[in-house]
């Protein structure tokens, strides 16, 4: 027989090794702020200082960490830096990155409750503990009939509500028959471009997705909502599905959440709430109006990931019936067949997503709110709404710019009263500079910026250094006009 | 204004918190073996052990640490473990661990190339490599009209490919209009339960997947697949999708893609190839011909979170016509619009998958490439088959045992001559003692042992000691009977 080769690392030899990507790690932090946000590479740069093949023998470690300087950061925009008020935060913390390296560390897989137990409790447990944490509905606990489980994204966790709902209004025949065209799907206007792919892949088609009128404040209208509905079962349709949102990604509207719960409870279809980005607020009681009316939800789902400081993928996705999402998904060959399912005891979490795989990806939240306790999480919150408050009247105090929507938890939509123009030179000369990156919408077809505040490491300097800065530059392009 | 909260980690206190959590898991590699395989808890034990309610305030870090040995580590099913044999591997490495904890530390999203330009460029870039690496054809490289993107797994790969196939065969209408009942796809009776799920959730229905039979080494029957296709096509369907399998999930069969390759070209299927495990096997030229026929394949897929020391999550998953996979997964709201997609020189991710954001994955994938070295990747898995086919000399010299399937690669499948009974009590009793641990499949309707050598710290004597505890189970429940 022959001898194992010895090229994997040993105890040691990553003992020593991870320290030093762990001080690269602490060392980045520390000089962030050197670094333009937004990565000021051209196309096809990064690649072209890529060595053209891979080594045929392996490299010393040194190597490949003094590469990631080299190489990689270059082409990095800097989602970590306290200065990056773009799209939505992607938030990265401590006790997060060291919950998923844990998670590397044991790197077992969570399909069924029987490859890994705990894997699967402490989801569940974890789950729960949301629930409480932003003022939920218990219906959405695993202790009754509903439960919550870790997607990687919003976007997977809208899927899951469509083929949920879809098989529940064919009576679970979509999954064995394909659609036949009658199933429909409403959203706002404003939804975000996930609940349209998720209707794509699910095959209910694209054109039996209603994208019902916002009112002034972005908001859905439920009147128009409710009268599509009527109109198409008149017309033979049925529909089936709904997705408000709970802070869209242009604005952080809020959809009128007990109005259109009622509607979908008196016509009878599923209800899902995306409140990605903003049911994190919903930590702080006294912004837990976000979730009125969610009581009337078949699903909900928010990204840790996103405002709370648990690394991306981290999607806590929550449903009043497991069983309707369980028999939508469920498939039991005889290689995944165990006691422990056989006795129906168990979750197991691959029916409860699409693909079979997954991470332990409690860890890194369950590290988090730990690490930060609850009202530690809650202070964060309100830090950054209240420099969201102080950037609006700033913006209210200067007369060359408009609010372009009604501020709303930690954004501020606003642009240049001239127009379109000025407003997105001054976002892309802002962004070339790399001192702040901010990033745009359109709201009533006009350009739009967008200023969020929700990075764990901006502190109040960087929110007025950032304003000063946005000042500025529109001096400067004023004086160059 | 208000001072910032200062809960998260200072990078100082991250440094010695990373030490900690570095230690504990190489502490973790180096006391692996004293765990028992599969964990021993009952179903929620884990859970009963967990505070019933989160912490307000902050706890200390090395009280979380505390906790996983306390809380976690009973209900670990050891999956890095040398002598985890059951289902495929799900390797961890070294460098894959500080890999993905860069990733982590760097916390970049990667939907668009704008929003990290390394991100995508280091992935198109080793994704390449995979291509040259594998001796897949130059067709499946992002230089020519393919691409390779990174997935979470081979499921969300298959489900992209029957979407790309679904559009193609529908002229992109079932994007928009949803289906008619009319596509019709193909696999084997021994494909991967993914290959279902993916036609349940693209809305095709399952009544329109043909499982093909497959001949006594269960590949499948390529005569049956072409006549099945002209049966369907002469009864008015619209044949669109075949997934062959190279290394099904039961006994590593690999269907025989050039005639399943002819047949798709010249009746106008997309083919898919799921190698998800044995892929990796391809790292040595003297097992290429796992990929022959490939060439005519439209999408292919494996994963390095098997069985090439990467992580989960990490799929390849590569198309011959990026255009048709873009075309298929792309919207672009407002938010998203900026200059470098505008101007078609970039790759944006997000369009070749389903959910919106990403991780920066490529980031561990060219730390294993690097530190194994081409070359050392090779020999581990030429190691692992040389201690399968050892495995394969010691049952076919015991009387009391039988080879289920012709062994391949690092897979063997064999049973008790008695039937299902000892062969179920055999692995039941292993796996309950834990010094070791297998999983099962049915191959012909009877109940099979699968012993897989895949782990990176398997070494020759975990090999040797669990043949040596097979034997002696065995004489044991003899004994016993």
Redesign the interface.
């Known amino acids: ?5 010895d ?3 040993t ?5 020593r ?3 030093a ?10 000089r962030i702020e050197s670094f333009p946000v ?2 000021q ?1 051209n ?5 072209a200082s ?1 060595p053209k ?7 010393p ?1 040194e ?2 960490l003094a590469d ?1 300087d080299r ?10 830096s306290p200065d990056f008020f773009g ?1 939505f935060p ?9 919950g ?3 998670s ?6 969570g399909m069924l ?7 699967t ?2 989801e ?2 974890v789950c729960d ?1 949301i629930v ?2 932003l003022g939920l509905p218990d219906l959405f606990k695993s202790t009754g009939d509903g439960g919550g489980v870790i997607q ?2 919003a ?2 966790a809208t ?1 899951c509500a469509v ?1 949920a709902a ?1 098989e529940q209004a064919t009576n679970y025949g ?8 009658k ?1 429909v799907a409403y959203t706002s206007t404003q939804a ?3 609940i ?2 998720a209707i ?9 997705l209603r994208a019902v009128p916002v009112d002034d404040r972005f908001a859905m209208q439920p009147d128009v909502l409710e009268k599509w509905i009527k109109e198409d079962r008149a017309a033979g349709f049925t529909p089936c599905f709904v997705c408000a949102t709970v802070g869209t ?2 604005s952080l509207a809020i959809d009128p959440v007990p109005e259109i719960g009622r509607i979908c409870r008196q016509h009878n279809l599923w209800l899902h709430i995306d409140a990605a980005h903003a049911g994190t607020a919903a930590l702080c009681p006294e912004f837990r109006f976000i979730h009125d009316g969610v009581d009337l939800a078949d699903s909900y789902c928010f990204d840790p ?1 996103k405002w709370m ?1 648990t ?3 981290c999607d806590c996705f929550f449903v009043r019936d497991r069983s309707i999402l369980i028999n939508t ?1 469920s ?6 067949r165990n006691e ?1 399912t056989a ?1 129906g ?2 979750i197991d979490y691959r029916d409860w997503q ?6 332990f990806r409690a ?1 890194k939240l ?2 988090v ?8 999480l809650r ?2 919150v ?2 950054h709404v ?2 969201t408050q ?1 950037i609006v009247d700033w913006v209210k105090a200067d007369a060359r710019f408009e609010l372009t929507a009604p501020p709303m938890l930690n954004l501020v939509c606003f642009r240049h009263i001239d127009g379109d123009k000025p407003t997105r030179q001054l976002m892309e000369r802002l962004n070339a500079e790399g001192h702040i990156y901010l ?4 709201l009533n077809g006009r350009l739009t910026l ?1 200023f969020c505040v929700g990075q ?5 300097q960087h929110v007025i250094r950032a304003w000063k800065r946005i000042l500025e530059m529109t001096d400067k392009l004023e004086r160059g006009r």
Chains 1, 2 share one sequence.
Not at 1 to 5: D, G, H, I, K, T
Not at 11 to 15: A, T, Y
Not at 43 to 47: D, H, K, S, V, Y
Not at 113 to 119: G, K, V, Y
């Open positions: 027989m022959s001898e194992a080769p090229f994997h690392m105890p040691n030899e990553f003992r090794h991870g320290y990507m762990i001080d690269w790690i602490a060392d980045y932090y520390e937004l990565s590479v196309p096809g740069e990064i690649r890529l093949n891979p080594p045929e023998e392996g490299e470690f190597a490949i990631i190489l990689i950061l270059p082409g990095i925009t800097h989602w970590q799209f992607a938030n990265a913390s401590g006790p997060s990155i060291l998923d390296l844990l590397s560390g044991l790197g077992v897989q409750w029987a490859t890994s137990p705990a894997c409790e402490l569940t447990h503990w409480d944490l990687d994204s976007s997977n899927l083929l879809r979509f999954n064995e028959k394909g659609g036949d065209g199933l975000h471009s996930s349209e792919k794509k892949i699910a095959g209910l088609g694209t054109r039996r990604t242009s990931h400081f690394n991306f993928d998904l498939i039991l060959p005889e290689y995944l422990a006795s005891a168990v699409v693909p079979l795989g997954r991470r860890l369950w590290f709110i730990r690490h930060f306790g609850v009202e530690g202070q964060y309100r830090f209240t420099m102080q990033t745009h919408t359109k967008r764990v490491h901006t502190q109040e």
